[in-house]
């Protein structure tokens, strides 16, 4: 690869992720890290990226991203999937928090259909998608307004989640790889995140292919802590997230995945059914990821989540 069209793949995956890694970077573009850098520290000097702590950041330093404009067109269809695949995780009378982000919006739309449900959130997005929902209670949190991702963020939103105790909380991000769990590019919404964490039994990750394998700056979701990933499955060609997804599962994060798009109707997307992992560590059974998840059973539950844990 040349460096011209090196430099522009660069430019291209910080711009959509807010923050990538050095590490990341090599790993697209295949090669070391010292070119990497060097490319990184070109396209400084022309004012197009900032270098910060091992990786590259949108000029302006750690908190710029992408607004919801930008990410409401990326992945729709994987994240319609997916949220058809979380809703069914949800039972009737449950309390749970839901985090801000896109493919959380799109989950609440769903459950709006769930009775007797108590949903605390920072995002107003998701407020506003159960808003008129019957038998539905939303609790907001406190906090400053974050224009770019309609988000309430700072002190008062975290004060406002001590002492809460729900069953389950559901959260996207911008990166989500084995080695440091889920990740976003702001620090105002990593530090929520993590208290929306600290107040549930059980945490959900929603986050489409095109998450898996991104590391961004700030981490919300230690790996040890993600109780399941809810997902899509990889392009046959995308080894990147499929690799990850078997370290996912090797770490115990059980794995749900939805297909690239919904039925007709909206009907929710099944599951794909997997066979447990071997009890040695990182074996992969039936040839790979692709042979775990296999298809799903005959007469299977629709929306069955599909489980990959160590024995």
């Given at each position: 690869?040349?460096?011209?069209?090196?430099?522009?793949?660069?430019?291209?995956?910080?711009?959509?992720?807010?923050?990538?890694?050095?590490?990341?970077?090599?790993?697209?573009?295949?090669?070391?890290?010292?070119?990497?850098?060097?490319?990184?520290?070109?396209?400084?000097?022309?004012?197009?990226?900032?270098?910060?702590?091992g990786g590259a950041v949108l000029p302006g330093g750690f908190t710029r991203e992408s607004g919801f404009p930008q990410k409401s067109h990326l992945a729709t269809a994987e994240?319609?999937?997916?949220?058809?695949?979380?809703?069914?995780?949800?039972?009737?009378?449950?309390?749970?928090?839901?985090?801000?982000?896109?493919?959380?919006?799109?989950?609440?739309?769903?459950?709006?259909?769930?009775?007797?449900?108590?949903?605390?959130?920072?995002?107003?997005?998701?407020?506003?998608?159960?808003?008129?929902?019957?038998?539905?209670?939303?609790?907001?949190?406190?906090?400053?307004?974050?224009?770019?991702?309609?988000?309430?963020?700072?002190?008062?939103?975290?004060?406002?989640?001590?002492?809460?105790?729900?069953?389950?909380?559901?959260?996207?991000?911008?990166?989500?790889?084995?080695e440091r769990g889920l990740s976003t590019s702001n620090m105002l919404s990593a530090s929520v995140d993590r208290a929306l964490v600290q107040a549930a039994a059980e945490v959900?990750?929603?986050?489409?292919?095109?998450?898996?394998?991104?590391?961004?700056?700030?981490?919300?979701?230690?790996?040890?802590?993600?109780?399941?990933?809810?997902?899509?499955?990889?392009?046959?060609h995308d080894d990147r997230a499929a690799t990850e997804l078997q370290a996912l599962a090797d770490q115990g994060v059980q794995i749900a995945v939805a297909g690239a798009s919904?039925?007709?109707?909206?009907?929710?997307?099944?599951?794909?059914?997997?066979?447990?992992?071997?009890?040695?560590?990182?074996?992969?059974?039936?040839?790979?990821?692709?042979?775990?998840?296999?298809?799903?059973?005959?007469?299977?539950?629709?929306?069955?989540?599909?489980?990959?844990?160590?024995?």
């Amino acid at each position: 690869m040349f460096a011209a069209e090196r430099r522009q793949l660069i430019l291209e995956m910080v711009r959509a992720n807010g923050a990538v890694s050095l590490r990341e970077l090599a790993r697209v573009v295949q090669t070391s890290e010292v070119t990497v850098r060097r490319d990184v520290r070109a396209l400084e000097a022309e004012g197009l990226l900032d270098r910060r702590h091992g990786g590259a950041v949108l000029p302006g330093g750690f908190t710029r991203e992408s607004g919801f404009p930008q990410k409401s067109h990326l992945a729709t269809a994987e994240k319609t999937a997916i949220a058809d695949l979380a809703a069914g995780l949800v039972e009737e009378g449950e309390a749970i928090v839901v985090g801000a982000g896109t493919t959380t919006q799109e989950l609440a739309r769903r459950l709006a259909r769930v009775p007797g449900l108590t949903v605390v959130t920072n995002s107003l997005l998701v407020a506003q998608a159960l808003a008129h929902a019957n038998r539905v209670e939303v609790v907001m949190t406190g906090g400053t307004l974050r224009g770019s991702n309609y988000a309430l963020v700072g002190s008062g939103a975290e004060q406002s989640l001590q002492g809460l105790r729900v069953s389950k909380a559901f959260l996207s991000g911008s990166g989500l790889t084995a080695e440091r769990g889920l990740s976003t590019s702001n620090m105002l919404s990593a530090s929520v995140d993590r208290a929306l964490v600290q107040a549930a039994a059980e945490v959900v990750v929603l986050a489409d292919h095109t998450k898996l394998g991104t590391d961004t700056m700030f981490q919300t979701v230690p790996t040890d802590v993600i109780t399941r990933l809810v997902t899509d499955e990889p392009p046959v060609h995308d080894d990147r997230a499929a690799t990850e997804l078997q370290a996912l599962a090797d770490q115990g994060v059980q794995i749900a995945v939805a297909g690239a798009s919904s039925p007709p109707g909206g009907e929710q997307v099944p599951a794909r059914r997997a066979p447990l992992p071997g009890p040695r560590r990182g074996q992969v059974a039936g040839g790979g990821l692709r042979g775990m998840l296999g298809e799903p059973a005959a007469g299977a539950e629709r929306g069955r989540v599909a489980d990959l844990r160590r024995r």
